[in-house]
Nanobody
Framework: QVQLVASGGNLVQPGGSLRLSCALS????????IGWFRQAPGKEREGVLC????????DNLDSVKGRFTISRSNDKKTVYLQMNSLKPEDTGVYYC????????????????????WGQGTQVAVSS
């Protein structure tokens, strides 16, 4: 059974940093592509950054380019979202999601692509 646990969310001041972690279990992590998504209050969920099983990445939001990075450690069965220079508009619940992929899969950052989801972790950026 695929399980994803997102953690690392917190209240942080504008300009601060957070590193979110998505711990995966019940799967061969190196077979899966992983995506980070977020949902702000009153808004639809949107893809942030996603990484394929081969390590290719795609950033889905212009607003996070140069500030957020995604990485994975298959040994630790964890995918990270490093968030720097945080802004109030980054506030929301952040979710990680997983999909088993073929080796040649390209990174995809659409909600419909991922069948397995974690419970979310709250990020609040405020002074």
């Amino acid at each position: 059974q695929v399980q994803l646990v997102a953690s690392g969310g917190n209240l942080v001041q504008p300009g601060g940093s957070l590193r979110l972690s998505c711990a995966l279990s019940g799967i061969r992590v190196d077979y899966y592509g992983i995506g980070w998504f977020r949902q702000a209050p009153g808004k639809e969920r949107e893809g942030v950054l996603c990484i394929s099983r081969s390590g290719g990445t795609i950033d889905n939001l212009d607003s996070v380019k140069g500030r957020f990075t995604i990485s994975r450690s298959n040994d630790k069965k964890t995918v990270y979202l490093q968030m720097n220079s945080l802004k109030p508009e980054d506030t929301g619940v952040y979710y990680c999601a997983a999909k088993r992929e073929i080796l040649s899969a390209v990174p995809t950052c659409a909600s419909w692509y991922y069948p397995h989801w974690g419970q979310g972790t709250q990020v609040a950026v405020s002074s």
